[in-house]
Nanobody, 124 residues
């Protein structure tokens, strides 16, 4: 069982930056692909970014490419999402997710473990 705890959300003005963190309880996080998803009010959950256990491979949604960057520090059991040039449409609850193995996937159902989410609000 893996427990994931997100942090770093908050209120920021458009054009600003935030860095989200997701810390895992399991010490072998290095064997999991990690991802970020988000869900805005009244909308379906959508993929944001994922990174393989090695950190070599990553995917970013087209809507965040060039603005967001996913990274990880396996020694700290933590994955990050650096969010720059934030827009009002980035407002959502952001969820961290984990999938055992090295597969990179943008499909939510491929991930077994999920955090409780952290709210990001971007004011225009």
């Amino acid at each position: 069982q893996v427990q994931l705890v997100e942090s770093g959300g908050g209120l920021v003005q458009a054009g600003g930056s935030l860095r989200l963190s997701c810390t895992a309880s399991k010490r072998t996080l290095g064997t999991y692909t990690m991802a970020w998803f988000r869900q805005a009010p009244g909308k379906d959950r959508e993929f944001v970014a994922c990174i393989s256990w090695s950190g070599i491979r990553s995917l970013h949604a087209d809507s965040v490419k060039g603005r967001f960057a996913i990274s990880r520090d396996n020694a700290k059991n933590t994955v990050y999402l650096q969010m720059d040039s934030l827009k009002s449409e980035d407002t959502a609850v952001y969820y961290c997710a984990a999938d055992f193995g090295n597969r990179v996937s943008y499909v939510g159902r491929d991930y077994e473990y999920w955090g409780q989410g952290t709210q990001v609000t971007v004011s225009s």
